[in-house]
């Protein structure tokens, strides 16, 4: 494969990291492990430690690759882009200074996907943030979650968003759409060209406790079979992972971070350091 993408760490790890390790210390330790290229995540200019990362970053050589960012939420609106660019001043002016040119969005409310209505107003105001973003050399995406896999008549959400917008960016993440019922190698082929970043965790169906009795649910109550998915490290789960990265690279995805939502009591540093054992394993060695 060619060394045209890079290995990070993604904001669900980043986020614990800084709040529990620090600012230095986490760029330190990441770079012993091998780690270059990482997200910010939202937390960060809620702790305002930006003025640290920007002293530091360069001492060890650390590419900020994405920021994730919630303009709608500094304006008290719901609308991603309110205010139009002057909205996003803060993250514009923080962006040049990080040498960061893309912006990953916050995960909408889930009753944005409840009517094909309110989905289609939720794309029309990213659609337009992306587009005042890329006015100024900023790429903005918006990161898969199970809701996009919900059907509209004949499409499901992921179709509705990219149908109905150009500059906005779509950031796989393969766990929650295997979740949703859709293939992830599938919709990083599909969208080849439209994509940058890929949210990499893996996807692991956990031994049911024989002492727990199986039992069908009441109406309303969800699966218990559901409780028995979970997050994973990467190369500890049921994802083709050469596949799907052979997908991303396919697709033009130049960094693949590293991701898990749920750590389940365990312990962040360790669970990066298990993900980025096995993709050496792999083969991907050359991509750190």
Avoid at 200 to 225: C, F
Wanted: charged residues 25%.
């Amino acid at each position: 494969m060619k060394d045209t993408w890079k290995i990070g760490a993604g904001a669900s790890l980043t986020a614990r990291m800084f709040r529990e390790t620090g600012v230095e210390e986490t760029f330190c330790r990441l770079k012993e492990m091998g780690i270059s290229t990482l997200e910010l995540p939202l937390s960060l200019w809620e702790e305002a430690k930006a003025e640290e990362i920007l002293e530091v970053k360069d001492i060890y050589d650390m590419e900020i690759c994405s920021m994730v960012t919630a303009v709608q939420e500094e304006n008290g609106t719901d609308e991603p882009n309110a205010g139009g660019t002057c909205g996003w001043a803060r993250f514009l002016t923080l962006a040049e200074l990080m040498g960061c040119a893309h912006f990953r969005s916050v995960r909408p409310k889930p009753e944005v996907w409840e009517s094909r209505e309110s989905a289609l107003s939720y794309i029309r105001d990213s659609e337009s943030a992306a587009c005042d973003l890329a006015k100024h050399g900023v790429a903005y995406s918006h990161q898969t979650w199970i809701f996009e896999c919900t059907r509209y008549g004949m499409v499901n959400g992921i179709e509705l968003l990219m149908g109905n917008s150009s500059f906005l960016k779509l950031a796989v993440q393969p766990y929650w759409i295997q979740y949703g019922g859709l293939k992830p190698q599938d919709i990083i082929e599909r969208y080849q060209g439209r994509e940058e970043i890929l949210y990499l965790e893996d996807y692991q169906v956990e031994a049911r406790d024989p002492s727990v009795p199986m039992k069908r649910p009441e109406p309303g109550e969800p699966s218990p079979n559901a409780k028995l998915l979970k997050t994973a490290d990467i190369g500890e789960g049921n994802f083709a992972i050469p596949a799907l990265l052979s997908a991303a690279e396919a697709a033009g995805i130049r960094r693949v971070l590293i991701e898990k939502e749920y750590l389940y009591g365990g312990d962040v540093w360790d669970s990066l350091r298990v993900s980025c054992e096995n993709l050496r394993r792999m083969g991907f060695s050359g991509h750190f």
